[in-house]
């Protein structure tokens, strides 16, 4: 069990063990133990998979709906900002974002997207008289 002694020391977490944290004053007293314990950094979650729809010539902007992983306690991002509970992000503008999934405990893992959402139009033929 390591003991700090002194508010400016401090003691790298290395892995989950009990530390004694005391405090000594001027006068060389020593104050009664308080134990603190590290727990061990939780797991991080699988790459993020997603299933795209594409833009289309009556709707602007696509979809992104993440497959994978999923389950209780997870939330998920496309701009590292803002996180939902939810799968499925609509309304999303043509570009490459980076899917981020979450859990409860702040592990997180950053997948990009690799693949472009773009804007299918198909141009209308010209009429000629």
């Known amino acids: 069990m390591a003991q700090l002694t002194s508010p400016a ?15 000594k004053n001027s006068s ?4 009664p133990g308080t134990s ?6 939780p797991a991080t979650p699988a790459a993020p998979t997603v299933n795209l729809t594409q ?7 696509g ?8 389950g209780t306690g997870m939330t998920y991002s496309i701009n590292g900002t803002t996180y939902q ?4 992000f609509t309304g999303v503008a043509t570009g490459t974002y980076t ?9 997180s893992r950053q997948e990009p997207v690799r693949r472009s959402m773009h804007n299918h139009l198909h141009q209308q033929p010209l009429l000629s008289a």
């Open 9 to 23: 020391q401090s003691l790298p977490v290395l892995y989950q063990a009990p530390t004694l944290l005391l405090q």
């Open 28 to 31: 060389g007293c020593v104050s």
């Open 36 to 41: 603190a314990t590290i727990s061990a950094q």
């Open 55 to 61: 833009p289309t010539c009556t709707v602007a902007t």
């Open 63 to 70: 979809t992104i709906t993440v497959t994978a992983p999923t």
């Open 85 to 88: 509970s939810g799968l499925t």
């Open 99 to 107: 899917v981020i999934a979450k859990v409860l405990q702040d592990a």
